[in-house]
């Protein structure tokens, strides 16, 4: 019941959040994962406004209870303010890798599109970009290849011959791989061995008790997609990418989750 109270009473406060304010949180989130906090004109220098609106901005958040501020301190999120601010993050990113990774947009003009467009599209919506983009990049008539002929045909056209040469080639190379033995497992290995920016699937989560706990409160379970975007240099944390969302996991915990490379 209570965290029922606590989800309801977070979702009229993203409700109550204008477009405007989402920027400013979204602007302290990243600055705060930089320096570990932030002050009025790092936030001015990156939002590319005045002053005199940061404090505006400044002042009805913390009405709202998502930043700590006061005059001449350092400004950080609160627990629900954070909670918003990867809400944000989590729309702009999944636009923006929408347009860039499966229709081909250039990163600018990506990044603008989903600047314009992350404060109004449904969590629904969001979360059918996320499935279509990972989709994409796994299904075996897919992948990169398959995006990049895309964006070829949006510089220049149909042309028959092109996807005579294409066809072609794809079946030489289907006719070039050996085929995988029936029922041979495929092979599987340790989150914790990954490197950045490689993706993977999860085959088995092997933790125990409250690793095992938290691990599936991450929305980590079997077949989910992860993407491994930074190790640090003595390997703890493991900073991931898991539908749309950042988290960092312990050494040893992922060292208990198992994955196949996609």
């Known amino acids: 019941m209570a965290a029922d109270k606590r989800n309801r009473t977070m979702a009229t406060t ?45 002042k009805l958040l913390s009405e709202k209870g998502l930043v700590n501020y006061s005059p001449y301190d350092l400004i950080t999120l609160t627990r629900e303010g954070k909670t918003v601010a990867e809400d944000v993050v989590r729309r702009h990113e999944a636009l923006r890798d ?9 990163r600018p003009d990506a990044e603008d599109a989903a600047c314009r467009m992350e404060h109004s599209v449904s969590r629904n919506i969001l979360n059918r970009f996320i499935d279509f983009t990972e989709f994409v990049e796994v299904c075996p008539r897919g992948g990169t290849k398959w995006i990049a002929g895309f964006g070829y045909y949006c510089e220049h056209g149909s042309r028959r011959a092109n996807c005579e040469r294409c066809i072609s080639r794809c079946l030489d190379e289907v006719r070039g791989k050996k085929p995988e033995e029936k029922g041979a497992p495929r092979m599987s290995i340790s989150l914790k061995d990954l490197k950045p920016g490689q993706k993977s699937r999860i085959v088995k989560v092997g933790a125990h008790g409250g690793i095992n706990k938290r691990i599936a409160e991450m929305g980590m379970t079997r077949g989910t997609l992860i993407e491994i975007e930074r190790v640090a240099p003595l390997g703890d944390p493991i900073e991931i990418k898991v539908k749309g969302y950042h988290l960092s996991l312990r050494k040893e915990e992922a060292e208990g989750i198992l994955v196949e490379v996609v």
Not at 37 to 49: F, Y
């Open 14 to 58: 993203m409700e109550s959040v204008s477009a405007s304010l989402e920027d400013y949180l979204e602007a302290i989130f990243h600055i705060v994962a930089e320096k570990q906090a932030a002050r009025p004109k790092d936030i001015s220098g990156r939002l590319g406004v005045n002053n005199s609106s940061v404090t505006g901005a400044l």
């Open 98 to 106: 929408f347009f860039e990774n499966v229709l081909a947009v250039s």
